[in-house]
């Protein structure tokens, strides 16, 4: 089976920043400036570079969240309860489980580019078929390392379509779903992981 390593995200603004998710760290996407950012790979990412301080959170009047079910290994959105949208998902293995808990959307990435955190090489590809997907939606920092919700690539689209425990925690979903939940989301939705 196919497994995701850990990425880094960098979003560069000015001087440059750096923000990751994921768990260890072993790659990450960079992300050009005053571009939307969103962070692909099934795994946590981490940052080599200091992080920037985050950015101050928007007040969400949004009644939409995020459910993930990691036993049915589904994602949902729902809106005042009800469902309006639902995918199969990817998620982490027993030695890197996706977390579970109550947590809200941070960061938003459209295009992000994988660099690995142990080499420091970024892998040139961006959009759908990088390693990353075209979208990133992270939700959990731990330390400098950040979980997401992303794309995935065609070639790893199985491990979605097969619901399959293969990344380092990340949620992986295919290109269509990805884009229909993050652009029906905003920094500050809900984000809820259920066993």
Not at 3 to 15: M, W
Not at 43 to 49: C, D, E, R
Not at 109 to 118: E, F, K, R
Not at 128 to 151: A, E, T
């Amino acid at each position: 089976m196919s497994r995701s390593f850990a990425l880094v995200l960098l979003l560069t603004t000015g001087g440059g920043a750096a923000l990751a998710s994921g768990t260890p760290p072993i790659g990450a996407p960079v992300q050009a400036p005053a571009t939307t950012t969103v962070a692909p790979a099934t795994p946590a990412l981490t940052a080599p570079t200091p992080a920037t301080p985050a950015p101050e959170k928007a007040t969400v009047t949004s009644t939409k969240e995020i459910v993930l079910e990691l036993g049915k290994r589904t994602i949902s959105l729902r809106d005042n309860g009800k469902v309006i949208g639902s995918w199969p998902v990817a998620i982490g293995d027993s030695p890197t489980p996706t977390p579970k808990g109550r947590f809200e959307v941070e960061t938003k990435v459209v295009n992000p580019q994988y660099q690995s955190t142990a080499s420091g090489k970024i892998n040139p590809t961006k959009g759908p078929n990088g390693p990353l997907g075209d979208r990133w939606i992270g939700f959990k920092r731990s330390g400098p390392n950040q979980y997401g919700i992303h794309g995935t690539p065609s070639a790893w689209a199985w491990t979605v379509t097969s619901r399959s425990a293969v990344t380092n925690g990340c949620v992986r979903m295919l290109t269509p779903h990805v884009r229909a939940l993050f652009d029906q989301v905003d920094v500050g939705t809900p984000v809820v992981v259920k066993p």
